[in-house]
């Protein structure tokens, strides 16, 4: 059995996929293609530590927000 709070039992492309970078590079991505706004939230989960949401969130889980200008 995996034990999911260990990062390094994850595989390399699970943990580049997982990363706050990756995230932050998919959000640009969606702003660029018009979304006005877009959040990254901490879920809590090892597996999938970050969720990318098409909306503007409140909350102390918000990691990142960015907004078309």
């Excluded at 640009?28 to 006005?36: C, K, N, Q, S």
Aim: glycine fraction near 4%; proline fraction near 6%; include cysteine.
């Amino acid at each position: 059995m995996i034990a999911f709070h260990d990062p390094s039992a994850l595989s390399p492309k699970r943990r580049v996929l997982c990363s706050s970078l990756n995230a932050q590079r998919i959000a640009a991505r969606m702003v660029d293609d018009g979304t006005d706004c877009v959040s990254i939230v901490r879920t809590g989960n090892p597996l999938q530590p970050l969720r990318i949401i098409a909306e503007c969130v409140d909350g102390a889980d918000v990691e990142l927000e960015m907004r078309l200008a």
